[in-house]
């Protein structure tokens, strides 16, 4: 069952509009729950090893969806480069169905002091 993914996405209030605009690193399970979106957010797609100060300066995105896990690097890694490089929007991490999604979610959100994290499962 796919979450929906404004059901994740931090709102102000009671208003829980979709972003306007997300970075996709190295997620592809993110964007059928992306496109499922009214109205559809602009989608920019990174490989993590190209992620930098300028990327995010240039392409300003309202929320980051990346990988919980993928070989070579984890949502920890992304969100420790996030945090290096000064962004302070909202993360969304996919995953598959965990055994302790409670436990996982609260490991990325201490991980990111200040920055609203949550966790999306998906399948």
């Given at each position: 069952?796919?979450?929906p993914f404004t059901n994740h996405l931090p709102s102000e209030g009671a208003d829980r509009r979709p972003p306007?605009?997300?970075l996709v690193i190295e997620?592809?399970?993110?964007?059928p729950l992306i496109e499922?979106?009214?109205?559809?957010?602009?989608?920019?797609?990174v490989r993590f090893a190209h992620l930098s100060r300028m990327l995010l300066e240039k392409l300003d995105p309202d929320c980051i969806a990346l990988p919980l896990l993928r070989p070579g690097f984890?949502?920890?890694?992304?969100?420790?480069?996030l945090m290096e490089?000064?962004?302070?929007?909202?993360i969304?991490?996919?995953s598959p169905p965990l055994p302790d999604q409670?436990?996982?979610?609260a490991e990325l959100r201490a991980a990111a002091p200040g920055i609203t994290v949550r966790l999306i499962i998906t399948g």
């Open positions: 069952m796919n979450i306007r605009s997300v997620a592809p399970e993110a964007m499922a979106l009214e109205p559809r957010p602009q989608v920019m797609a984890d949502a920890l890694h992304v969100i420790e480069r490089l000064g962004y302070r929007g909202h969304c991490a996919v409670t436990m996982v979610e």
